[in-house]
């Protein structure tokens, strides 16, 4: 039994860096060395007391080390207790993402440096032009091209992989961007819906490296395409003196104040965002509203039901060209790259997750209650509005809409006819 005892505790370092124990500060490390000692943990079992340690921290929950000892006491069979109070430590953590978190009042603070990110220019060997990163065979797609007109973004998403998938500080520009726009060959027989809000937001950086220019003077070339540009930025200062091309829509990704303010740092305020909306729709801009991801908390009914009707009371149906609904979806890579971050407070992974369509997110029924509330708070406009769902599966359509579509290319062809009504219903307004 001592020889036992002794050869787990030579291995127990190796168990405790293979169970990802470096992401705990010196309390956890130690308390869960000390547990480890007295119960010889598993692999298994180490990793999931880990992950969930990890998670008690991020979402400013009790911290293991304090709900340990009250588990410990109700257990009453000594023999069972090492598996047992790993049970009552999973259960613990499953009620917390089950029920619907709570935020603090306050706004959070996370020592976040805006000034860490840095401007890199680059000459790439093309123009970074192509299908949706997110596209899907398994959920419903409206087949956006995407153009990288910038790599990066500067704010600091909870929610948001990018950064994961370019280069930790750096904002890359193309430094012959605009040049390789400009001899982009296009079918004027052809009608395109072109987006740059993917790999980064489309108004944070204005018009650094030209870019905005070179997009606007593209749309102004090809009255064919439809270039949608996407922010949660204020940053308009650019287009309110340029020359915008009536095939140009700008639309917003928004959020509840609570949302904002924890999981969507270094963005604008909710204010901000509609103020800016607002602003360029009296310009005669067409533009557009994004709830992607509407999030599942206490308040969330209340908090979005008021913004609903906030938007509903400052836009005209005839301003607005599209909302679109969607929520959280997420890999595993990238839950695990949100578990790493050192410091990192957010309550994002705090909500019940199952398989949906090859990745991880709500349950239908809490996702169909989300966008049905949403779509019926926005009735006014559905006549007038392209409403949809983004990244979520066909059969969600037909329960909140009552319609759906029988393929991406349907879907595709009837979003970009009611764009190009939109645009020329404003043409026609803009000239009487």
């Known amino acids: ?58 979402w400013g929950e009790r911290p293991l080390h304090e709900i340990w000892p009250e588990m410990d006491s109700a257990i009453l069979d000594p023999k069972q207790r090492r598996q047992k109070l790993v049970q009552a430590v999973h259960q613990h953590w499953l009620r917390l993402k089950q029920e619907p978190k709570r935020y603090p009042p306050l706004t959070v603070t996370t020592g976040y440096d805006a000034q860490r990110i840095r401007r890199i220019e680059t000459e790439k060997d093309k123009l970074a032009l192509g299908p949706c990163p997110v596209a899907s065979p398994r959920t419903r797609c409206c087949n956006l091209m995407t153009l990288d007109a910038v790599e990066n973004c500067g704010f600091d998403c909870s929610y948001c992989s990018i950064q994961s998938f370019y280069h930790g500080d750096e904002v890359r520009f193309d ?34 490296g030209g870019v905005l220019d070179a997009l ?14 996407k922010s949660k930025s204020k940053n308009i200062n650019h287009l309110l003196r340029a020359d915008l091309p009536p095939n140009l829509l700008c639309t917003w990704s928004l959020n509840t104040p609570t949302l904002i303010a ?55 149906k005839d301003e607005v060209v599209l909302v679109s609904l969607g929520t959280l979806t997420y890999i595993k890579p990238v839950i695990k790259q949100l578990r790493a ?25 809490i996702k169909e209650e989300m966008f049905r509330f949403a779509y019926q708070s926005l009735q006014a406009w559905h006549d007038d509005v392209f409403f949809y769902l983004c990244m979520e599966n066909q059969r969600l359509w037909q329960p909140v809409f009552g319609y759906d579509y029988p393929s991406n290319q349907a879907f595709e062809e009837v979003m970009k006819q009611a764009y190009l009504k939109k645009i020329f219903n404003k043409g026609k307004r803009n000239e009487q």
Do not use: C
């Not at 961007?177 to 072109?194: G, N, Q, S, T, V």
């Open 1 to 58: 039994m001592k020889a036992k005892s002794l050869a787990y505790e030579e291995k127990l370092e190796t168990l405790l860096t293979e169970a990802g124990m470096d992401r705990l500060d010196a309390l956890h490390h130690q308390f869960l060395r000390r547990r480890s000692l007295e119960f010889r943990f598993t692999q298994q079992q180490l990793r999931q007391l880990s992950d969930i340690a990890v998670d008690l921290v991020m």
């Open 175 to 208: 430094s012959r961007f605009a040049e390789k726009l400009a001899r982009l060959e296009i079918d004027p027989d052809r009608i395109y819906h072109i987006g740059t809000g993917q790999s980064s937001d489309s108004l944070m950086w204005g018009n650094q």
């Open 216 to 229: 606007l003077d593209f749309a102004h070339r090809h009255p064919n395409v439809i270039l949608e540009l």
């Open 262 to 316: 924890h999981e969507e740092r270094l963005t604008a305020s909710l204010e901000d965002r509609l103020k800016a909306a607002r602003r360029l729709a009296d310009r005669g801009a067409l533009v557009g509203f994004h709830f992607h991801p509407m999030i599942h908390y206490a308040d969330w009914r209340q908090d979005y039901g008021s913004l609903l009707q906030q938007l509903v009371r400052e836009f005209s």
């Open 341 to 365: 971050r050192k410091a990192f407070r957010s309550k994002i992974l705090q909500m019940p997750m199952v398989e949906s369509d090859g990745k991880l997110s709500y349950p239908q029924a």
